[in-house]
């Protein structure tokens, strides 16, 4: 398959490219500095911006899907929702029809769904990032495409177990999972419509 993926050097962007090459797929990656990632067999690297429309629109020209996995990070401007409307609005340009898009426990409905602790954080420190994915899952629920919205729990730098939860049951709490495991479920998701137009948990 070819995946237009865009958030590649962060955290779960690195995992999503290393297992979308290990399983034989081949990646386009936005990339506003090349030298952060190495050549590899399969990856093709597009220079620029996810605001830049053009370059936006080249990586995802002749993709079978899209992965979306933006972050923001310091003090920048919250990159999710700007950057989303700018694949989204390539997506409709190229006729590509498929995302998967990665967000958080914590947003919209599944506020309930993480504890008292990490709402206070969220409200105090990441309010700005929270209401960019709020935004950014707006954006996607009403693009008319064939979306997954993907909300993991609290990240961390672990091993791939495939030991983790996930689907609509609120039972599904903000617990901590690898961001090796968020890439493996959101690869799966590429071939298996399921949660197509639906808003998955994994923890």
């Not at 936005?30 to 936006?56: C, F, N």
């Not at 002749?62 to 003090?75: F, K, N, P, Y």
């Not at 700018?86 to 504890?115: C, F, H, K, P, Y």
Request: with cysteine; hydrophobic share 40%; net charge neutral.
């Amino acid at each position: 398959m070819q995946i237009a993926l865009f958030g590649a050097t962060g955290g779960t962007g690195r995992q999503v490219l290393d297992q979308a090459l290990a399983q034989g797929h081949d990646v386009s990656a936005l990339v506003r500095d090349p030298s952060k990632l190495a050549e590899q067999t399969g990856l093709t690297l597009v220079v620029g911006d996810v605001l830049d429309q053009a370059a936006t629109t080249r990586c995802i020209q002749g993709a079978d899907a899209v992965i979306c996995v933006l972050g923001s990070r310091g003090s920048r401007e919250p990159i999710e929702a700007i950057g989303t409307r700018t694949i989204l609005d390539a997506m409709g340009e190229t006729g590509v029809r498929r995302l998967v898009a990665v967000t958080s426990l914590g947003v919209g409905e599944s506020r309930e769904q993480i504890g008292w602790a990490f709402r206070v954080i969220m409200d105090l420190t990441l309010k700005p990032i929270m209401m960019a994915k709020e935004e950014q899952e707006r954006l996607i629920k009403a693009s008319g495409l064939d979306w997954t919205i993907v909300r993991p729990g609290g990240l961390t730098d672990g091993p791939r177990t495939g030991a983790y939860r996930f689907g609509r049951d609120r039972s599904i709490k903000g617990g901590r999972i690898s961001r090796a495991d968020v890439a493996d479920f959101v690869l799966r998701q590429l071939t298996d419509p399921t949660f197509i137009h639906q808003t998955p948990a994994v923890s």
